[in-house]
């Protein structure tokens, strides 16, 4: 067999760093976050919490839209931010508690507190300047979220409208044997599953309207609904969205 060539023996992708001045150099990794474009320098391990910190937040914020995403993506960053103060905090009393541990009462309680007294009064101005950093960081995060909540009630407003709008076409375009065409009343499609373009999400809607009245007749004047055939989706238009 012949000998195989140099260049075939060499790995076909980078296996990292083999000098000590290397993976020096790539003890911080810095990317560029896909949505705002800031640069970020974290270690891998800060890195991976903070992407799990974030996607707990956006989750649970459950933007639309890039906008509403931009500001979920700040709030988080601001959270992000005050963990950080907070471990800053705790680690100057606790470097401040190694530095000066020098009482011996015989009660390590009471060295400790001691300890920690003395870091503060050392460092009384950097601790002020952190409650600071901290109070302004929440005052960030309390404004990006009222206004992530004031665009979220806007947009549901508005969806609610549209498909309060979407179910009463349908209703007409059923009782005239008419397919639903939205794309004839409505300018786009948003981006959400509940879409006024989705024949079965409009039927949906009016079928649950009809069961909230029918409990709302039933709890006001105790009358059944009469019984009426289920309400069933409509066949879509040409180039309509069944959902």
Request: net charge negative; proline share 5%; aromatic share 8%.
């Amino acid at each position: 067999m012949t000998a195989q060539q140099p260049h075939l023996l060499r790995p076909s992708h980078s296996t990292g760093p083999k000098t000590p001045e290397g993976k020096q150099r790539c003890r911080l990794n810095a990317y560029r976050h896909g949505l705002t474009g800031q640069l970020c320098v974290f270690t891998p391990a800060e890195q991976q919490a903070y992407d799990k910190h974030c996607k707990v937040i956006l989750d649970a914020l459950a933007p639309v839209g890039d906008f509403e995403r931009d500001l979920a993506q700040s709030i988080a960053h601001g959270y992000w931010r005050l963990k950080r103060a907070g471990a800053i905090e705790d680690s100057s009393f606790a470097l401040g508690a190694h530095e000066h541990s020098v009482d011996d009462t015989g009660h390590s309680e009471v060295d400790n507190a001691f300890a920690q007294a003395r870091a503060w009064r050392e460092q009384a101005h950097n601790l002020h300047l952190l409650t600071v950093y901290e109070q302004r960081i929440q005052r960030s995060i309390d404004k990006n979220t009222a206004r992530l909540q004031q665009l979220q009630s806007e947009r549901k407003e508005a969806a609610r409208e549209a498909m309060n709008q979407a179910a009463r076409l349908y209703r007409l375009a059923r009782a005239e044997g008419k397919p639903y065409q939205p794309e004839a009343y409505f300018i786009g499609a948003p981006e959400v599953l509940e879409s006024v373009f989705s024949t079965t999400e409009v039927a949906r809607e009016v079928s649950r309207a009809k069961l909230f009245w029918d409990a709302d007749n039933y709890h006001n004047l105790h009358r059944l609904p009469t019984k009426d055939e289920p309400e069933q989706p409509m066949e879509a238009s040409a180039g309509e969205s069944v959902g």
